[in-house]
């Protein structure tokens, strides 16, 4: 369970203000919003990249920012928007630096902790891309990859962000999937920032819809996407439709 309490952080001209919510085992909590809204800033003031105005993140009760690196590290794990290693690393070799902070400096990777990055590839259903070059790597085969690197710690949370960005239709419901999965069948707690609607309305538990550093309503996707409120955040004219008891949000273009 990772609880946030009253979360604010500032870049000058851009605030994060008093955001909070929980999350529970199991659970996927989608931060929704538009570009610019503050998505990622909240997310790498959770998991600590950047440092909130007051230590306000509890994990299991436990006060994350008090917690030393490596703890962190084995508690949660953070999947970047986009990460390019400058070196034609293999894939193996990528998700054995999710294993850093268990390592001293001088100490090299050994077996077990290849043993331990295959397990998760295996996971995932990617053990065939093991030994290929990270460079070499689609869209799609990279973000599965950094979710292992995320994985191979066996955290509680995973924090993800814009796990679909830029990726083809396939390949998000395949990475949301994954994600899904992983909280049915592991008890992870998955908080990730979406700004799609309908991907947030499939794969989320629960949604926070973020506006201008705030989230501005929080609950089931049955009360959250709602036309009143999606179009107070997204500034235009949207329809829902109900289907197979999902939410199907369409905008409501004007035709030229
Ligand atoms: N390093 C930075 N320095 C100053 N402002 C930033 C920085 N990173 C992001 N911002 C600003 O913070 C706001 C929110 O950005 P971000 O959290 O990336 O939004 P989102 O992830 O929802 O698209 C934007 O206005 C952006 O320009
Ligand atoms: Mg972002």
């Given at each position: 369970?990772?609880?946030?309490?009253?979360?604010?952080?500032?870049?000058?001209?851009?605030?994060?203000?008093?955001?909070?919510?929980?999350?529970?085992?199991?659970?996927?909590?989608?931060?929704?919003?538009?570009?610019?809204?503050?998505?990622?800033?909240?997310?790498?003031?959770?998991?600590?990249?950047?440092?909130?105005?007051?230590?306000?993140?509890?994990?299991?009760?436990?006060?994350?920012?008090?917690?030393?690196?490596?703890?962190?590290?084995?508690?949660?794990?953070?999947?970047?928007?986009?990460?390019?290693?400058?070196?034609?690393?293999?894939?193996?070799?990528?998700?054995?630096?999710?294993?850093?902070?268990?390592?001293?400096?001088?100490?090299?990777?050994?077996?077990?902790?290849?043993?331990?990055?295959?397990?998760?590839?295996?996971?995932?259903?990617?053990?065939?891309?093991?030994?290929?070059?990270?460079?070499?790597?689609?869209?799609g085969q990279i973000q599965m990859v950094l979710i292992a690197r995320a994985l191979v710690q066996e955290p509680k949370v995973l924090l993800l962000d814009e796990p679909t960005a830029h990726l083809d239709f396939k390949n998000q419901v395949k990475i949301l999937g994954v994600v899904k999965k992983l909280t049915r069948e592991e008890g992870i707690t998955a908080v990730l920032t979406l700004h799609d609607p309908n991907l947030a309305s499939i794969y989320s538990d629960r949604i926070a819809l973020v506006k201008e550093g705030r989230i501005r309503a929080i609950g089931k996707p049955s009360t959250i996407l709602r036309e009143d409120t999606l179009e107070e955040v997204y500034g235009i004219p949207v329809h829902i439709l109900e289907f197979d008891g999902f939410r199907i949000i369409l905008p409501r273009a004007e035709v030229i």
């Open positions: 369970m990772i609880e946030v309490r009253g979360l604010s952080f500032s870049y000058g001209d851009f605030s994060v203000k008093d955001v909070h919510f929980k999350a529970k085992e199991g659970e996927v909590l989608t931060l929704l919003g538009p570009n610019g809204s503050g998505k990622t800033t909240i997310l790498k003031n959770v998991y600590g990249l950047l440092k909130p105005e007051k230590k306000c993140v509890f994990i299991d009760g436990r006060n994350f920012h008090s917690m030393s690196l490596r703890e962190r590290a084995m508690i949660a794990g953070y999947v970047p928007q986009s990460h390019h290693p400058p070196f034609p690393y293999t894939v193996l070799d990528v998700i054995v630096t999710g294993l850093a902070s268990q390592l001293s400096v001088f100490e090299s990777p050994r077996k077990e902790h290849y043993d331990k990055a295959l397990e998760k590839l295996r996971l995932l259903g990617m053990e065939h891309l093991r030994d290929k070059p990270y460079t070499q790597l689609s869209g």
